[in-house]
Nanobody
């Protein structure tokens, strides 16, 4: 079992930046899947960004603003969020896995004020 802990959420003004971190309790060297999802009140959880061996992908709504990356030595996946908009407000969840989403974190709140 892998424990996943997110951090870095908070309150920011529109146009600002935040970096979310997601750390797994054991080496993510073999955990090739890393993803960030988000869920806003009254909406379904949606994929924001994912990183697998050598590839990244993003939701259209965040392309050009968000960047996902990983540091295997630190067992950590990051989500750099720039030019944040009020519609980015949500609980952000990290998920890790060998090839598919398997181990979820508890979520971290991101609130963007206008």
């Amino acid at each position: 079992q892998v424990q996943v802990v997110e951090s870095g959420g908070g309150l920011v003004q529109a146009g600002g930046s935040l970096t979310l971190s997601c750390t797994g309790s054991r080496s993510i060297f073999r955990l090739n899947y890393g993803g960030w999802y988000r869920q806003a009140p009254g909406k379904q959880r949606e994929l924001v960004a994912l990183i697998t061996s050598g590839t990244t992908d993003y939701a259209d709504s965040v392309k050009g603003r968000f960047t996902i990356s990983r540091d295997s030595a630190k067992n950590t996946v990051y989500l750099q969020m720039n030019n944040l908009k009020p519609e980015d407000t949500a609980v952000y969840y990290c998920v890790l896995g060998i090839a598919t989403p398997s181990y979820w974190g508890q979520g971290t709140q991101v609130t963007v004020s206008s």
